[in-house]
């Protein structure tokens, strides 16, 4: 319950306040968020198979997106930062697709 | 199926029973949905390139090269069709500008239309005898071999190439159309010559005069010819190709 007002808050202040993202973070947000996304598919996956311990999830959720954006970054040093990106983007999609595959298999027995 | 419903029951509980651990969880998920929605916003309103890679940069200018140079050579197929437009046009105008005119002076040979112009008026009045026919079309064809354009007996005829000439009871028939003295011949032309192929020794102002009759010209700068004739297509003759 929470959880969801949480989500409805978030949402709520970024529409309110409209920040404006620093020019330097600008390349790594959108990974960061694809990121946080696989990590909290992968936690509500976990708490339908009673799994579930909110300190992994705040760690593989730090984790998850430190690791995406570090990622990017060192591309970008590299010079390879667009097709490093796409791979991140394509890694963490193909998760959040299996972590939704379970989370349906569990509430849809299907 | 004991799982799924035990996974199903534990997300209802969750739903009904916070707990310390869900504050946490909301506490990412806000983070999550915020930066979500800023990256949303951002994503929407970006029209600069200010966040791109040096490497994205590069490509976008060389997407917009080559969309320069097939652009270029659009543009250049397209203004060289324009160009031989154009110049079609510019051909078929002159074209049709030459058959205009060609229809206008044939329109005016033919007697088809009215015309305005320099000319002569001749006058051949009968004061002691009669004027011949003969001696008429002496002055019509005077006029048409100085190069007269269009010529009208008494604004009644149009004198064109098939036009006859007899002799009528009281005057002359022309085209089947009884003129009667005075006759008067309005001749466009350079009305100059004109009035000299009435007067010279011998010419037909002479022949009528010998006749009883009396032949007046006058110069004038503009005479209107205001009859014409019908378009009669030919019946028999028909043009080679």
Redesign the interface.
Same mark, same amino acid.
């Given at each position: 319950?929470?959880?969801?007002?949480? =989500?409805?808050? $978030?949402?709520a202040?970024?529409?309110f306040f409209?920040?404006?993202?620093p020019?330097g973070v600008?390349?790594y947000?959108?990974i960061?968020?694809v990121a946080?996304?696989d990590?909290?598919f992968g936690?509500l996956r976990a708490? =339908?198979?009673?799994i579930?311990?909110?300190k992994v999830?705040?760690v593989s959720?730090v984790s998850n997106v430190v690791i995406a954006a570090g990622i990017v970054y060192l591309g970008?040093r590299l $010079?390879v930062?667009?097709q490093l990106s796409t791979g991140v983007i394509v890694v963490l999609g193909i998760r959040i697709f299996s972590n939704v595959a379970a989370i349906r298999?569990?509430?849809f027995?299907a | 199926m004991s799982e799924s419903e035990s996974g199903r029951s534990r997300l209802a509980r969750a739903l009904r029973r916070p707990s310390r651990s869900q504050a946490v969880v909301g506490v990412l998920l806000a983070l999550v949905g915020f930066a979500g929605v800023t990256q949303i916003r951002t994503n929407e309103e970006d029209s600069t390139y200010s966040g791109l890679r040096e490497q994205d940069l590069i490509d976008v200018l060389n997407g917009l090269a080559g969309t320069t140079q097939r652009t270029q050579a659009e543009i250049d197929r397209l203004s060289q069709e324009r160009q031989d437009l154009l110049s079609e046009t510019t051909q078929r105008e002159a074209a049709l500008e030459r058959t205009r005119r060609e229809v206008d002076s044939l329109n005016v040979l033919a007697g088809l239309v009215a015309v305005t112009g320099p000319g002569v008026r001749v006058t051949i009045a009968e004061t002691t005898g009669v004027v011949k026919v003969s001696s008429f079309l002496d002055v019509i064809q005077e006029l048409r071999s100085v190069g007269a354009e269009a010529i009208q007996v008494n604004g009644q005829v149009r004198l064109v190439a098939q036009t006859s000439f007899e002799q009528g009871t009281g005057g002359i028939v022309v085209d089947g159309t009884l003129v009667e003295p005075p006759y008067v011949v309005d001749a466009i032309g350079d009305a100059n010559v004109l009035a000299g192929a009435m007067v010279f020794s011998l010419g037909p102002a002479r022949t009528i005069r010998e006749e009883g009759g009396e032949l007046t010209v006058e110069e004038l700068a503009s005479i209107d010819i205001s009859t014409t004739r019908e378009r009669e297509g030919s019946e028999f003759a028909e043009p080679d190709p």
């Open positions: 319950m929470i959880a969801a007002l949480g =989500l409805l808050v $978030g949402v202040l970024g529409l409209r920040p404006d993202v020019l600008e390349p947000l959108p960061a968020v946080a996304l990590a909290v936690g708490y =339908l198979d009673g579930f311990d909110d999830f705040v959720f970008d $010079g930062g667009g298999r569990h509430l027995h | -």
